[in-house]
């Protein structure tokens, strides 16, 4: 499975951006999905998952409530709505994918549990 993400740029402290992260094969909607971020110095932290249906959600408490994670498995893409955005959020934002289509929250907030990766997107909030 490849993932291939999009959407990553240069944002003002308030504004929005929002990523996608297409993947190929024919079984995008057997596959949980997250996203994590690392910023300059950090280790790559979680951010949001989704299980293979979409009935379930998670998100890390730092973007609850200004972070949306979604999917549509019609288009094989994942998406995270990011609004609010603060400087903090700056980071290199990665897609993952894990064969697991549901699992519990602690799973998905792990990146072992992830077994295959997009490439990193830069965002970048001024202030």
């Known amino acids: 499975v490849q993932l291939q993400a999009s959407g990553g740029g240069l944002v003002q402290a308030g504004g929005s951006l929002r990523h996608s992260c297409a993947a190929s094969g024919r079984t995008f909607s057997s596959y949980g999905m997250g996203w994590f971020r690392q910023a300059p110095g950090k280790e790559r932290g979680f951010v949001a998952a989704i299980s293979s249906s979409g009935g379930s959600t998670y998100y890390a408490d730092s973007v609850k409530g200004r972070f949306t994670i979604s999917r549509d498995n019609a288009k094989d893409t994942v998406y995270l709505q990011m609004n609010s955005l603060k400087s903090e959020d700056t980071a290199v934002y990665y897609c993952?994918?894990?064969?697991?289509?549901?699992?519990?929250?602690?799973?998905?907030?792990?990146?072992?549990?992830?077994?295959?990766w997009g490439q990193g997107t830069q965002v970048t909030v001024s202030s």
């Open positions: 993952a994918g894990t064969y697991a289509s549901i699992a519990s929250g602690s799973y998905f907030r792990l990146s072992s549990s992830y077994g295959f």
